[in-house]
């Protein structure tokens, strides 16, 4: 089993920044990528970033250049660094995990962008 616990989301004004992270606990030697998705009010949960065990990154177009995953092995968190913000990247913000048969998601974390 693995637990994932996110933290960070706040209330921030459009261009402005925030870091998100995902403490993970318990067996996670078998997690085989790590992934930030987020659900906006009134849509389906969608990707936003992921990362490979092997540390590839990637993030869909909507937050290219603007968002960077990363991980730190040894504190076993997972990072979402989030700049210029944008009113369109309000939403419930999730941490995933990925094994090869099992998926974990953590309760999520907030991030409201308004001014």
């Known amino acids: 089993q693995v637990q994932l616990q996110e933290s960070g989301g706040e209330l921030v004004q459009p261009g402005g920044s925030l870091r998100l992270s995902c403490s993970a606990s318990?067996?996670?030697?078998?997690?085989?990528?790590w992934a930030w998705y987020r659900q906006a009010p009134g849509k389906q949960r969608g990707l936003v970033a992921v990362?490979?065990?092997?540390?590839?990154?990637t993030a869909v177009d909507a937050v290219q250049g603007r968002f960077t995953i990363s991980r730190d092995d040894v504190k076993n968190v997972v990072y979402l660094q989030m700049n210029t913000l944008r009113l369109e990247d309000t939403g419930l913000y999730y941490c995933?995990?990925?094994?090869?048969?099992?998926?974990?998601w953590g309760q999520g974390t907030q991030v409201t962008v308004s001014s």
């Open positions: 995933n995990a990925r094994e090869t048969k099992n998926t974990y």
């Open positions: 318990g067996n996670i030697s078998d997690i085989n990528a």
């Open positions: 990362i490979t065990r092997a540390g590839a990154s």
